[in-house]
Nanobody, 123 residues
Framework: QVHLVESGGGLVQAGGSLRLSCRTSTRTYNMARMAWFRQAPGKEREFVAAIRWTDDLTLYTDSVKGRFTISGDNAKNTVSLQMNSLKPEDTAIYYC????????????????WGQGTQVTVSS
C-alpha cells in the first residue's frame, strides 16, 4: 500500500521561505509523476507543481513560477517544494500526490494523496 507523508509547513511572514517535503513508502510503475496541490479555505484544490522521476521534467502553475522549485531525491523516495518570496495568497493546505496519467494539472490524474501540511503566510 502506498502512503505519502508531507512535512515542513508552518507560519511565515510575507517574503519569507519554507521547504516542504513528501516521503513515499514505495515506488511503483504507476508513480511516474509526483505533484503538489494546495487548497485554501472556501476554494477548490489547485495545482501547484509536478515532477517526473525519470527525467526530472517539471511543470508549475503560473502564480508560483520563479518563486517555487520542485525537486526529487530518488535515494530517499522524497520530493520537495522550496517556496521563496511567499505571499499571503499562498496560504493553504498543501498536499502531495502521485500518479502516472497524462493530465498533470488535474487532481483526478493522481492516485494517492498525503494528509496535507498547513502553510500560513502573514502580512
Amino acid at each position: 500500500q502506498v502512503h505519502l507523508v508531507e512535512s515542513g509547513g508552518g507560519l511565515v511572514q510575507a517574503g519569507g521561505s519554507l521547504r516542504l517535503s513528501c516521503r513515499t513508502s514505495t515506488r511503483t510503475y504507476n508513480m511516474a509523476r509526483m505533484a503538489w496541490f494546495r487548497q485554501a479555505p472556501g476554494k477548490e484544490r489547485e495545482f501547484v507543481a509536478a515532477i517526473r522521476w525519470t527525467d526530472d521534467l517539471t511543470l508549475y502553475t503560473d502564480s508560483v513560477k520563479g518563486r517555487f522549485t520542485i525537486s526529487g531525491d530518488n535515494a530517499k523516495n522524497t520530493v520537495s517544494l522550496q517556496m521563496n518570496s511567499l505571499k499571503p495568497e499562498d496560504t493553504a493546505i498543501y498536499y502531495c500526490a502521485t500518479g502516472a496519467t497524462s493530465s498533470w494539472e488535474r487532481a483526478a490524474s493522481y492516485d494517492y494523496w498525503g494528509q496535507g501540511t498547513q502553510v500560513t503566510v502573514s502580512s
